[in-house]
Nanobody
Framework: QGKLVESGGGSAQAGESLKLSCAIS????????????VGWFRQPPGKERESVAS???????IYADSVKGRFTISKDNANNTLILQMNTLKPEDTAIYYC???????????????????WGQGTQVTVSS
């Protein structure tokens, strides 16, 4: 069973950067032995949850069009941590950001919340203009 804990949210001005981290257990999520996908989603105020980015155990990454070229998803395998580097932030990036993981043995076929089983508690990101 996956356990995810986000950190690194906060406030930023438009154009600035923030880095989000998500500690994920078990460590099998950082091994190629067990197929899996981990990713980031966000929920802007008053809106539905939307996709941000994912990375699978085979190295495949998927990005939402709204963040392509600005956000980078990566894994810190030594520390069992999922990273989301967010650059050139915009006010519309304001949201609660959640990290999520599939069941071990399953790779998400698309960046869609229903394919992800385990979720963190979320961390707030606020970008002002």
């Amino acid at each position: 069973q996956g356990k995810l804990v986000e950190s690194g949210g906060g406030s930023a001005q438009a154009g600035e950067s923030l880095k989000l981290s998500c500690a994920i257990s078990p460590s099998a999520y950082f091994s190629r032995t067990f197929p899996n996908s981990v990713g980031w989603f966000r929920q802007p105020p008053g809106k539905e949850r939307e996709s941000v980015a994912s990375i699978s155990s085979d190295g495949t990454t998927i990005y939402a069009d709204s963040v392509k070229g600005r956000f980078t998803i990566s894994k810190d395998n030594a520390n069992n941590t999922l990273i989301l580097q967010m650059n050139t932030l915009k006010p519309e990036d304001t949201a609660i950001y959640y990290c999520a993981a599939t069941r071990l043995g399953s790779i998400a076929p698309a960046l869609v919340p229903r394919f992800f089983t385990y979720w963190g508690q979320g961390t707030q990101v606020t970008v002002s203009s």
